[in-house]
Structure formats: structure tokens, C-alpha cells
Nanobody
Framework: QVQLVESGGGSVQAGGSLRLSCAVS????????MSWFRQPPGKEREGVAF????????IYADSVKGRFTISKDNAKNILVLQMNSLKPEDTAMYYC?????????????????WGQGTQVTVSS
């Protein structure tokens, strides 16, 4: 079992920055992939950043590439999403997710464990 708790959301003006954190507990040594997803109001959830737990290889959605950075602190069991140059279209509920399956890309899989989400609102 893995437990995930997000924090760090809030309201910011366009062009600003926010740093989201996800505290990870439980069977952390079994985690293969971690990611950040978001769900804008009235839209489907989408993956924005993915990271391989073993090699720290990161993948980003085109919409956030160059602006967002995913990283992890294994010693503290924290996943971080640094968001810079925020745009109004980044407004969404942001979720941290983890998965244990060894095989497959971190981007194209169904994630098993999810946090409760943290709201990010970007005003123009």
C-alpha cells in the first residue's frame, strides 16, 4: 500500500510560480513510477509530468514542457512539481499518483495510487 498527500496549491497571477509537494508513505520501496496529473474544471484528467523512480527519468506533457519540473527527494519521500511561468490554462486540481508495476512506460500506464488533490488557480 502507498499513501499520497499533496500540498502547496493556491492562487497566483499569470507568470507566477507555485511548488506542489506530495508526501509519500507506505511501501515506498516498491514504487516504480510517480507522476502529477491535473483536471481542469469540466475537462478530463491529464498527465503533466512523470518520473521513473529508479533512474529519475522525467517526461513532460507538451503543454508544460520548459515550465514545470518534476523531482523527488527519496530521503524525505517527497515528490515535487515546480511550476513556473504559470498560465490561466494551468488552473486545475492537481493530483499526485504512484504505481508499482515494473514493466511499461511511466507515461502510458494506469496508476494505482492517488492523492486527494490540491487546487491551483491562475488568474490573468
Amino acid at each position: 500500500q502507498v499513501q499520497l498527500v499533496e500540498s502547496g496549491g493556491g492562487s497566483v497571477q499569470a507568470g507566477g510560480s507555485l511548488r506542489l509537494s506530495c508526501a509519500v508513505s507506505g511501501d515506498t520501496y516498491k514504487i516504480r513510477c510517480m507522476s502529477w496529473f491535473r483536471q481542469p474544471p469540466g475537462k478530463e484528467r491529464e498527465g503533466v509530468a512523470f518520473i521513473d523512480n529508479d533512474y529519475a527519468t522525467a517526461i513532460y506533457a507538451d503543454s508544460v514542457k520548459g515550465r514545470f519540473t518534476i523531482s523527488k527527494d527519496n530521503a524525505k519521500n517527497i515528490l515535487v512539481l515546480q511550476m513556473n511561468s504559470l498560465k490561466p490554462e494551468d488552473t486545475a486540481m492537481y493530483y499526485c499518483a504512484a504505481d508499482l508495476a515494473f514493466w511499461g512506460s511511466c507515461q502510458g500506464r494506469m496508476y494505482k495510487y492517488w492523492g486527494q488533490g490540491t487546487q491551483v488557480t491562475v488568474s490573468s
